[in-house]
């Protein structure tokens, strides 16, 4: 599969959403510079974590106008897979493709550590592969990470079943203070109407080998690599 | 409290130059104000209140920490307020989360 990860001035995470699907998961996974008007061959594109513009005026507001995200609007308009990962969460969120926003955390800290993600469905292309129960652990690294909507979104988000993940204590309890950040509902993940465009605070392409502490963020990928080749051809860019 | 005050008022004083000074360069300067919707949670404002609390202020409700931006805009009033009533609309401010005020001097 061909990947297209997407590259910010103070993008961060780029280049280890490019190690994780190329060396670990063994694809093809390519740099596409915010100045590209074209995604190219791009099967699905990732939008990685970072500080975008360096997170001026509000999170990822100036990276949505980029010319790159002109392309990605195309490409999700022609059902794309596009994955936000933190920062491309917040991107995605502003460029109106996600519902909401993400606002400073509710204790004004930046936190970074290993959280558990319940998967509240396995009905994306971004779940399909996480077995039923199975508690994700995966690291976090935000300080504005607390999902903001109205109740109507929320409400909306719930009955479309487009939540896609919880911050969940060990048990798996979604309980208050098993958010690292205060989001409404204790939503971590969300996909859009279409079920095609996804974006999450956790980065999962941090946690895709053992050594790393965690290999459960393969899942994730597993999962857009599974829905891909299920589907009768692959959208043109 | 009055030393307070005091120290305010100097602090403010740029501001109110530039806002005189406006018609010598640019023809108008642009004051836009953002802040949280009230629905939206604001721990940086819960956070300044407690702390003006502890510092002894009487009578403090609600604070809501927002963004100031001056902008220099030259030619017709109108058309300078349409536009940037468009731009913080779609770009300076999130509607989801946040209320602008415009004015233009």
Not at chain 2, 83 to 97: G, M, R, T, W, Y
Request: proline fraction near 5%; glycine fraction near 8%; charge should be neutral.
């Amino acid at each position: 599969m061909n990947f297209a990860v997407l590259q910010f001035p103070a993008s961060n995470c780029d280049q280890d959403a490019v190690h994780a699907l190329g060396a670990v998961l063994g694809h093809a996974a390519r740099y596409v510079w915010h100045k590209e008007t074209s995604l190219g061959d791009a099967d699905a594109v990732i939008v990685p974590g970072g500080f975008s513009y360096g997170d001026y005026l509000r999170t990822g507001a100036i990276a949505r106008f980029s010319p790159v995200m002109q392309a990605v609007q195309a490409f999700a308009a022609q059902g794309g897979l596009v994955l936000g990962i933190c920062n491309g969460f917040q991107i995605l969120c502003e460029a109106g493709l996600l519902p909401g926003a993400l606002i400073r955390n509710r204790s004004l800290q930046f936190r970074c550590e290993h959280v558990h993600l319940k998967t509240v469905t396995t009905d994306s292309p971004f779940t399909n592969q996480v077995p039923p129960d199975k508690l994700l652990r995966i690291p976090v690294a935000h300080g504005e990470g607390c999902y903001f909507a109205d109740e109507a979104t929320l409400a909306e988000l719930a009955a479309q079943d487009r939540i896609l993940w919880q911050y969940a204590n060990a048990r798996g309890e979604v309980t208050e203070s098993a958010s690292p950040n205060g989001s409404l509902r204790n939503i971590a993940g969300l996909c859009n109407p279409g079920r095609n465009v996804a974006g999450l605070m956790p980065h999962p392409e941090r946690a895709c080998e053992a050594i790393l502490g965690s290999a459960d963020g393969r899942l994730i990928f597993e999962s857009l690599v599974h829905a891909l080749r299920s589907r009768p051809c692959a959208p043109a860019a | 409290m009055i030393s307070h005050r005091k120290k305010f008022s100097r602090r403010d004083a740029p501001l109110a130059n530039i806002a005189t000074r406006a018609g010598a360069g640019a023809d108008m300067k642009a004051k836009i104000i953002i802040t949280p919707k009230k629905a939206v949670l604001d721990p940086q404002g819960k956070t300044v209140q407690n702390a003006l609390a502890h510092l002894g202020y009487q009578g403090i409700g609600a604070v809501h920490v927002g963004k100031y931006l001056e902008i220099d805009v030259e030619g017709d009033r109108e058309t300078a307020r349409r536009q940037l009533d468009e731009a913080c609309h779609k770009f300076l401010s999130n509607p989801v989360i946040e209320d602008y005020r415009l004015e233009i001097e």
